[in-house]
């Protein structure tokens, strides 16, 4: 692997001393017991689109395994899109529903799909943690290949689906909407208003009622989101500085390849997530862990580490939740 971009090589060291500690906790936990499976440390990672989160998963899993001595598996919410013909069948009942016009926002992911994968890289775990795995003990990773049907996306077919094979120390969960939990009706009719009546955000040009489908949709993601041990959180100083990040990615793809999306296509692209920005990005700075009964507000504080960030992808806040 190639030296990381000065701007993620910064974040490692801290990254890994927020994660090593929780991650000695976590193994001592099962080395102490013998009632409970032990089970991969699950990290989740959260960042605006552009903002570096993919390559700076990457990275951390290389440091952790050449420097740790840790085995990481590393997955991507991207490749729990549903298949295109299901995305297009969605839009096609709800052609007026503006999340749905694009794969990407709550509601185009399959998340039993992701509840499934969960569930059957804590059971191969367990199995060969105490010593009854065997040579089928494997975890088909889902993929989504993301060039199909013009660029719209399809999920590449089950029997190509990479296979990896435990026992993994860490597992990696990546995404842009990664962390988001949903509001209640009230809070998303009060942000509507605001911003509607305001004229300002994105939140206000949208219809209420797709809105709170895009909120009651979220709500199925909670159930991933409550496995992670730990959360890993990069926060734009500014969330319109997205626009722009996303512009320098395609300015890159036509580079490489000659062709993309012109700056307009990008900023109606982009136009397409902020309303989720603006409803959740405010609860997730608050913390992940801040609703769980089941550890100490000392115990909260040390499982979500939110790195802000500016426009030059640089750290200028650290902050554990």
Known sequence: MSSPPTQIHDKIPLITSFLLPLLTTHKTKFATTTTKPPTPFFLGISGPQGSGKTSLSAHLSHHLTTTHNLTVLTLSIDDLY???????????????????????????????????????????????????????????????????????????????????????????????????????????????????????????????????????????????WERFDAFLQLDAEDISYVYDWRKQQEHGLIAEKGMGMTDEQVTAFVDSYMPAYELYLDGLREGLFKNDKTVSNEGRARKHLKIVIGKDRNAVEIVTL
């Not at 799909?113 to 199995?127: C, H, K, M, T």
């Not at 105490?130 to 990773?141: K, L, R």
Request: with cysteine.
């Open 82 to 224: 549903l298949p295109y013909s299901t995305l297009t069948a969605l839009s096609a009942q709800n052609p007026t529903n503006p999340f749905l016009r694009n794969r990407g926002n709550p509601g185009t992911h399959d998340i039993p799909l992701g509840a499934q994968l969960f569930e059957n890289i804590d059971g191969v775990s367990s199995r060969v943690g105490f010593g009854e795995g065997s040579d089928g003990d494997i975890v088909h990773i889902p993929s989504y290949d993301k060039s199909r049907h013009g660029g719209k996306g399809d999920r590449v077919d089950p029997g190509l689906w990479k296979s990896e094979r435990p026992p993994w120390d860490v597992v990696v969960f990546e995404g842009w909407c990664v962390g988001f939990t949903p509001l209640s009706e009230e809070e998303v009719e009060e942000k509507w208003r605001v911003s509607r009546d305001s004229g300002t955000g994105t939140v206000g040009r949208c219809e209420l009622k797709d809105l709170l489908w895009l909120n009651e949709m979220l709500k199925g993601y909670v159930a991933l």
